[in-house]
């Protein structure tokens, strides 16, 4: 493009110069140039094509004066270029040796030192390379502010590429005072709070974030909801628990997750109340499944109290199948077999879940309705793999399928342990429960059945 502009403008001179040769031949004009005892006459003209050619010399000159200057520098950037490729190619010797060298004085000191820091800090097998890294940043430090801002950032960088935030932190903070809004700075700093469990302090830097646009509304939001869940699950007593809930803001304590952990660490620590009154207020703003299964476990002990409240959060949302599901572990605890039963065919019937049949199972089976117990086991194992499983198809076959009455004694004991329902929704509750992991298991169990069953069986046949 330049060249092609020099053509331009000297055919524009030359035909300007053929235009004017006519004027100039008549009259060709007079220069008299007096320099003490000196004296220089001549036409305009020739003054003129003078001072061009001066001008052309000139240039001439200091091209040639310039022409190893320029010669370095044209071999710096060959190097800084080998040595960037190198440095995305993930070749980190390579890179840094070219990168050293495109550095080297009548060079790009300041960009070459800076990228042969990074090279040298991506090997981690090398034990001298922290030391060259060192070396690197002090040669590329020339005095000037904006260089030391940057220097310090690469600090701060090679620090957190070898896992250690702690000594970024400081380097970090004191370049938060001098740019407050800078984006690379902030992120850095936030990642290393977040590393370090600085909850506190991630959450005070989140009004400087925002402003500088690397996080949005949401992704604010979220980390106040991590960094909540985290104060609460590090609390070491139940005291501390309390004063950290206590401390959150309005809106947190009726978020789903949130609450879920502070109501987990509650029951943790024996306090059943207090996870009731954080479930309970978090329900009323918003139904969630995890919350009801956590609000099932307050009231092990008062399953009359929750039945109540349970029914109530049915009236406001009728057909969850969580709530059908929780009422059906109520109506265990309390002993109701039929409503449990009720309950769970209808939970199944608004949405088919794996647990809610492994819990009709073990209803079915302490019955002694054997076979349907296994159907039950059978269709949990079918959804864990991703498998449809028709409702319909399975409430025409337990209809259809007689109870098969245990031994009396067996199923009185079954059916009046006194703490039977309870141990059940415990047993859901820690995940201790679980359906047989295959078909085989399954088959296995109903080879396995007691004596009794197959003397039942064999005397309905001659029957």
Known sequence: MRGWLIFLIALAVLLAGAALAPVFSDHPGYVLIQLGSWTIETTVVVIALAILLSFVVLKVLFWLVDAPRRAVRNLARRRME????????GNWSQAEKALQRAAEPSGLPQAGYLAAARA???????????????????????????????????????????????????????????????????KMLAHCYREQGHWS??????????????????GEQDIHRLAASNELQAASSSE????????????????????????????????????????????????????????LQCHLENP??????????????????VIERVLGQLCLQQQLWGKARTHLLESLRLKASEKTYQILGELLERQGEIESALRCYHNALQLSQGKLVKYQEFVTSLNQQPSLQAPEQTRTEALDAPDWGQQ??????????????????AIGDLVNLPDAYHDSTRSDNDK
């Not at 302090?201 to 949005?216: E, F, S, T, W, Y």
């Not at 059940?424 to 298991?441: G, H, I, N, T």
Request: charged share 30%.
């Open 240 to 295: 501390s628990l309390q004063k950290t809930w206590e401390k959150l803001l309005r809106p947190l304590r009726y978020d789903p997750d949130v609450v879920a952990c502070y109501a987990q660490r509650a029951l943790e620590y024996g306090l059943p109340r207090l996870a009731d009154n954080a479930l309970s207020a978090a329900l009323d703003k918003q139904l969630d499944d995890d919350l009801l299964d956590l609000y």
């Open 424 to 441: 059940l929704v415990a047993d859901q509750a820690s995940k201790k429960f679980r359906a047989p992991s295959s078909d085989q298991e």
């Open 82 to 89: 080998q040595g960037l490729l190198a440095l995305a190619e």
């Open 304 to 321: 009359e109290k929750a039945l109540s409240q349970i029914e109530k959060w049915r009236r406001k949302e009728p057909d969850n199948a």
């Open 201 to 218: 302090a991630l959450q005070d830097m989140l009004p400087a974030m925002r402003k500088a646009g690397v996080i949005n509304r949401q």
């Open 120 to 186: 040298a800090s991506s090997q981690v097998d090398d034990d001298s390379a922290e030391l060259r890294q060192q070396q690197y940043l002090e040669a590329a430090d020339n005095g000037q502010a904006r260089t030391r801002f940057l220097l310090e950032l690469s600090r701060a960088r090679l620090h957190l590429n070898r896992n250690n935030p702690e000594l970024a932190i400081p380097i970090l903070k004191r370049l938060k005072r001098r740019r407050r809004q800078h984006p690379q700075v902030l």
